[in-house]
């Protein structure tokens, strides 16, 4: 009950114990700091990408020559008028 008079205190044990403490919480938080950094720009790189690559692959010169031939159409008989004949 020394502290309800004052004394004791911390000792310098202590002291080294939450300094050191401390300078590790600080060190994650700078490590975290860094990476959120390095995600957002990433995340900004790649929206400037996606904004910008859109024209450019439209009017480049390798669109001609590998058109792109989409999906066969087939016809099914599983919808339309066919399926249920009256």
Known sequence: ???????????????????KRD???QEQEDRTQKAEITERKRIN???RKTKTG???QLLSSD???NQALGNPVTQTR???P???PR
């Open 54 to 56: 859109g024209m450019r």
């Open 82 to 84: 066919d399926r249920n």
């Open 23 to 25: 300078q590790q919480v």
């Open 63 to 65: 669109r001609e020559d």
């Open 1 to 19: 009950m020394g502290f309800l008079f004052g004394g004791g205190g911390e000792s310098q044990e202590q002291k080294e114990s939450r300094q």
């Open 45 to 47: 790189e790649r929206m």
């Open 78 to 80: 599983t919808l339309g």
